[in-house]
């Protein structure tokens, strides 16, 4: 079959028809699923930032509940895309698992509009003393916030991996097209972030919450439709495996069943299928690699079994995933520290003091806006410029790897942290010198000595979210990248629920008998340095695992025949760089 103008990957449209690779994909479709991502970021952000606020002066929550249903709802928002990505990859493909989970999302949105907006799903208050929120009011607002996360869980896994397909790895100059990707995806996300830290977070205080939620549910809707004007240049990966997920089970079963066999000394004597087989397939060839080797018993050709062993690409792919797990388990904690954004630094800045002029207060939430601000300027400083030198340095067309840039986030957000203890410290401090008791004293310390954490976390984010999120789509097995880039969002997930089990429990075990919590409704009568200490402590004990972890991990080697040529796709796997990263 004539393949001259068609693109290389096997990609096709919503039709399965083969694609014309001038006339579809790259930045023109690309720019459609942007603009979606900056009104979702927008609508997600626009309820995030400023859910721990409602909950303690809308329905009356204490400091710790309210810390915990933030966790928690956020948790389940960056967990649920394991169960959409696997849906993706398994059964719809991801156009059509993004566009039924986006209906489910917009469904939430109108639900949590509704729910801030009508004065019957409200607590009552008489005098200025208000009731504790009844139980339907509650049942209606989480029910439509957890609505919101179910919906998430087909939306987020999907479009960012929708948007990378619109390049063709086998074209060098859409793979050159590529490697910008990531960095710009998250920059429009940041821009929704943005709009909502600023804008919609102060509506929110001084305009009502049903505009503040109402605007970004139109915005979502706007957004959508903007998405499917963008359907007939869309470029759709076809699956090649009915169940991807399946070596994941199959290699260590059959590993296990082959442990009495020997391995032989040369890897090339393990199972793997002709090269034409790859061919006729369309499938990536990925080549063997010396980590894990108890996997490898699983392509041992044993004589005596009638059913053929794995192939050495399926053993690979297993590994992969394992190799990612490791990497994985070392982001919780910079997740867990990511999680105080929109919790315990919001309630830290409320005790603040916010004026600025005579009339006009900044809302606590919205310096969440520094670091997306941080982010929009680091991004296209990172991609014009730290990437081209670093490039012409290393000849990585990264500039850096991929563990190098998740390592040099690491520090950076660790430096945070200890700035944010060092800050907490002086705010402790003014209390004591102001005699301060009352929870809603303010502290006579202006808002902005927070700025420096902020400002950093946005700056680490640039490093680590984004290099998360590459590192994740690149190393997935062919088959898995929906699945292999949940390890990104569920990373944030268990952060999230990480923290929220750290602040109950440390709520409970300082707080007991006559103790005073670090972490009580009274922030000017807590210790909330001790539990910033705490996280310092073990965020630089995390860095040293991070070493140990990307010491260990094999980039994946693989290659894919393309009209009878062989093209490789390569990472250097074992040299080890000055940053002490594995290159």
Request: hydrophobic share 45%.
């Amino acid at each position: 079959m004539e393949t001259k103008g068609y693109t290389q990957d096997g990609t096709v449209d919503l039709h399965g028809r083969p694609v014309l690779a001038s006339k579809t994909g790259k930045w023109k479709a690309c720019a459609f699923l942007v603009g979606y991502e900056a009104f979702e970021r927008m609508a997600f952000y626009g309820i995030a930032s400023n859910l721990v606020n409602y909950l303690t002066t809308q329905l009356h929550e204490d400091t710790v509940s309210s810390v915990r249903n933030v966790n928690n709802w956020s948790g389940l928002v960056w967990i649920t895309p394991i169960l959409g990505a696997y849906i993706a990859d398994t059964y719809l493909g991801r156009f059509w698992t993004f566009t039924v989970s986006s209906l489910i999302y917009v469904m939430g949105m109108i639900m949590l509009t509704t729910a801030v907006s009508l004065k019957s799903l409200k607590p009552t208050c008489t005098n200025g003393i208000c009731n504790k929120a009844s139980t339907l009011p509650i049942a209606f607002f989480y029910t439509s916030l957890y609505t919101m996360a179910i919906g998430a869980g087909g939306t987020k896994p999907n479009i960012s991996t929708f948007g990378a397909d619109q390049f063709d790895d086998f074209n060098p100059h859409e793979k050159e097209l590529k490697v910008s990707f990531f960095n710009w995806w998250m920059f429009s996300s940041f821009l929704g972030a943005l709009f909502a830290t600023l804008g919609l977070v102060y509506i929110q205080e001084n305009l009502g919450w049903g505009l503040g939620y109402g605007i970004p549910t139109v915005g979502l809707l706007f957004s959508l439709f903007v998405f499917y004007l963008g359907t007939p240049i869309y470029r759709h990966k076809v699956r090649k495996t009915k169940s991807p997920a399946r070596d994941l089970i199959q290699v260590p079963i059959t590993a296990f069943k082959n442990r009495k066999l020997q391995l032989p000394n040369n890897p090339s004597q393990l199972h793997e299928h002709e090269p034409q087989y790859y061919i006729n397939s369309g499938k990536r060839q990925v080549y063997y690699t010396p980590i894990f080797r108890f996997l490898d018993k699983a392509a041992v050709k044993d004589g005596n079994s009638g059913k053929p062993p794995c192939a050495v690409t399926q053993v690979e792919g297993t590994k992969l995933v394992l190799g990612m797990l490791l990497i994985w388990l070392v982001t919780l904690i910079p997740s867990t520290i990511w999680a105080q954004i929109n919790t315990l630094f919001v309630k830290q800045g409320t005790t603040l003091d916010r004026s600025i002029g005579s009339s006009f207060q900044i809302p606590a939430a919205s310096l969440g806006s520094f670091v997306t601000l941080s982010m929009l300027l680091s991004v296209p400083m990172y991609d014009r410029y730290f990437v081209p030198f670093m490039r012409r340095k290393t000849g990585n067309p990264r500039g850096i790897t991929l563990l190098q840039r998740l390592g040099i986030g690491f520090v950076i957000q660790v430096i945070a942290i200890a700035i944010a203890y060092a800050v907490e410290v002086r705010r402790m401090h003014v209390i004591r010198v102001h005699q301060i008791i009352g929870s809603k004293e303010i502290v006579p310390m202006n808002i902005f000595w927070l700025l420096p954490q902020y400002v950093l976390l946005g700056i680490a984010d640039v490093f680590n979210a984004i290099g998360l999120l590459e590192f994740f789509y690149d190393q997935s097995p062919e088959d898995m990248q929906s699945l292999g880039t949940t390890f990104f969002t569920s990373g944030i997930g268990v952060g999230n629920f990480l923290n929220s089990f750290l602040v109950t429990m440390v709520d409970k075990i300082t707080g007991r008998g006559e103790n005073k919590s670090w972490i009580g409704d009274n922030l000017n009568d807590s210790h909330l340095d001790y539990f910033y200490g705490f996280l310092l402590a073990i965020s630089a004990l995390n860095i040293g695992a991070f070493l140990w972890a990307s010491s260990k991990y094999v980039y994946k080697r693989e290659t894919k025949e393309v009209n009878e040529v062989c093209i490789e796709m390569e990472s250097k796997a074992l040299e080890i760089s000055p940053l002490g990263l594995q290159v």
